[in-house]
């Protein structure tokens, strides 16, 4: 999930980037016709994801049958605020996603400067999110959301007994482009899109079924 207000924007950053490439080695797997993976990047309408998580849930349902999707290999990725709304869409919709990757979220207003002014919702997100495999990426040297956000959460999933949960907390990472100096190492997505093995986990994770009683 993307936060950018232009298509254009969207195309020059982040995974698309990658995979709109000019060279396919810079593509996981092969490149782009080997890619496994269908991916769908939705703009946010406003600066929160929350009131368009039912619209979320619609698109995917209507896309599945259409690009052949698989249910059961469905998963959540976000950066910045798309990182804040993996966390709320996966604790909202439990048996949805098979795995998420949080990167640089929060779950307070950021522009904050006193938590306490903004109701953190930590303890849904730890309840929802506690047994599903979780892959969180945050860069220390981040300015615009600071490590400390991704820190909290993968503390309290970890105290909760959290199922699966990797935390790849990055020494540096790039800065924001187009953006003053408080994008400072926030553009960590530009090294997380680039690993590998993420989209090798991603793979191993299936929903699993539920058994009637």
Not at 61 to 74: E, I, N, Q, R, Y
Request: charge should be negative.
């Amino acid at each position: 999930m993307g936060a950018v207000k232009k298509i254009g924007r969207l195309r020059e950053t982040s995974l698309p980037a990658i995979l709109l490439s000019a060279s396919d080695e810079d593509v996981p797997f092969g490149g782009r016709e080997a890619f496994p993976f269908i991916v769908v990047m939705p703009l946010a309408k406003q600066r929160d994801w929350k009131p368009q998580f039912d619209s979320l849930i619609n698109l995917l349902d209507k896309l599945m049958p259409v690009v052949g999707g698989d249910p059961s290999a469905t998963y959540c990725c976000g950066n910045s605020m798309g990182g804040k709304g993996t966390w709320e869409l996966a604790s909202k919709n439990p048996g949805r996603f098979a795995a998420i990757v949080p990167i640089c979220g929060y779950l307070v207003d950021h522009k904050k400067l006193d938590k306490a002014d903004s109701p953190s919702s930590l303890k849904e997100v730890v309840d929802g999110c506690k047994d599903l495999p979780c892959w969180v990426f945050h860069s220390i040297t981040d300015r615009l959301v600071e490590v400390d956000h991704s820190d909290e959460v993968v503390a309290a999933l970890r105290e909760a007994g959290g199922s699966e949960l990797h935390y790849t907390r990055y020494e540096s990472a790039p800065n924001l482009p187009n953006f003053p100096e408080k994008g400072f190492g926030h553009a960590c997505y530009e090294l997380s899109f680039r690993e590998d093995e993420l989209y090798c986990w991603l793979l191993s994770k299936r929903i699993k079924e539920k058994v009637s009683e």
